[in-house]
């Protein structure tokens, strides 16, 4: 049990009439103890506790959670109290210079507290989209493509060999992984972005004050582990004669068979089971080039022993390990010894829960 109280860092408290507003930064989930004081900071007579229960570490505007309230002579009412979603002022940690750095050259917008309120906006517009943890934790803000740099650096070379090459971002959410590379060097009109919602690559048109024209990555909407858009075919031997089609004109992935350079991944696989990581790496790998130099690469949570772990309250998450993942590529998805596997895990802490570090495998898969 955790003791919060409005002199803390990690809760100030605004007293409105006879309910409370709270703003809540990154906090684990769990059961809190609230110490209520009033307006001018002197605490309530008699003093008053609040047992609240947390989900997630932010909740969106207008979300109801019951308040438990006991003084310490007799219980009060039981009330639902609106939660207020955390924003860039109430989280001096919600981006990195090099990400404030991005966002600042594509808005257009240089004063800090301007470009807080202009994410803070787009935060709560997304949020009635779908309130992701990624949404709550500013995660749709986030770099990971060049966490790797290794693989970050080959494939800003596969562009400047081969000015047609292809770039797949399969989750891309906002897009933001693409104009950081789209910055440093690969073509934007040689993007595919795809994610299960169009709204969110809206947003991101919003959130960088972009457009199809000044951005012109194709968007494709859908579920990569649906048939429908993107079958699963056998590995090809070698790379097709005809030309590839334009990805601005298609609906689905299936017809880029075979004719990506590259396709990155960034917290997509741990969302899924064994069998459906298997399945997905399948799939990605039919749209590879069977060219030597072509590459997947990504993150996604992992553990040293491969297996279920505890995430959020109530639900497990397949994490598999650096030696499995190495096995699943090379000898499962693709044949033995002809790709070459690399992995670095890098420890996120108790993000998830209390009792489980949340490790990040950063991985590349390049054929050879």
């Known amino acids: 049990m955790h003791i919060l109280s409005s002199t803390s860092k990690d809760i100030r ?91 600042k050259a594509q808005t257009g917008i240089h004063n800090d507290d301007e470009l807080k309120a202009h994410i803070s906006a787009v935060q709560k517009k997304a949020a009635t989209v779908a309130n992701y943890p990624c949404i709550q934790r500013f995660g749709f803000i986030k770099i990971k493509i060049n966490k790797f740099p290794s693989a970050y650096n080959h494939v800003l070379e ?43 690559w809206n947003l991101g048109h919003d959130l960088f004050r972009s ?52 396709i990155h991944s960034a917290s997509v696989f741990h969302l899924f089971s064994e ?32 297996g279920y772990v505890e995430g959020v309250p109530g639900r497990k998450m397949f994490c598999h390990s650096p030696e499995s993942w190495r096995a699943l590529w090379d000898g499962e998805v693709f044949p033995k010894g002809s790709v070459k596997v690399a992995t670095h895990m890098v420890n996120a802490g108790r993000i998830l829960n209390e009792r489980t570090d949340f490790w990040m495998m950063f991985w590349s898969v390049e054929r050879l």
């Open 158 to 200: 596969l562009a400047r060999k081969d000015p047609s090459a292809l770039l797949l971002d399969i989750g891309c959410c906002f897009g933001n992984d693409l104009r950081k590379i789209a910055l440093d060097g690969f073509p934007a009109q040689n993007m595919i972005a795809s994610d299960l919602r169009q709204d969110f």
């Open 13 to 103: 408290l605004g007293r409105r009439g006879p309910q409370q507003d709270y703003v809540l930064p990154r906090l684990l989930p769990g059961w809190y103890w609230l110490l209520i004081f009033d307006a001018d900071g002197s605490p309530l007579d008699p003093p008053a506790l609040a047992l609240i229960w947390l989900p997630t570490g932010r909740i969106a505007d207008g979300t109801d959670i019951h308040l438990f309230l006991t003084n310490l002579h007799k219980n009060s009412p039981v009330y639902s109290c609106p939660l207020k979603m955390a924003d860039p002022q109430d989280n001096h940690n919600y981006a990195n210079p090099e990400e404030l750095a991005l966002l």
């Open 275 to 306: 069998a459906d990581q298997l399945r997905l790496a399948r799939k990605l790998a039919g749209l590879l080039v069977p060219r030597a130099g072509s590459m997947i690469w990504g993150c996604h949570g992992a553990q040293a022993e491969k």
């Open 211 to 262: 457009t199809p024209s000044t951005f012109p990555a194709a968007f494709l909407p859908g579920d990569a582990l649906d048939d429908a858009f993107l079958a699963l075919h056998p590995l090809l031997d070698a790379p097709l004669s005809t030309p590839a089609p334009d990805p601005h004109t298609l609906t689905s992935l299936t017809p880029l068979r075979a004719r990506l350079s590259a």
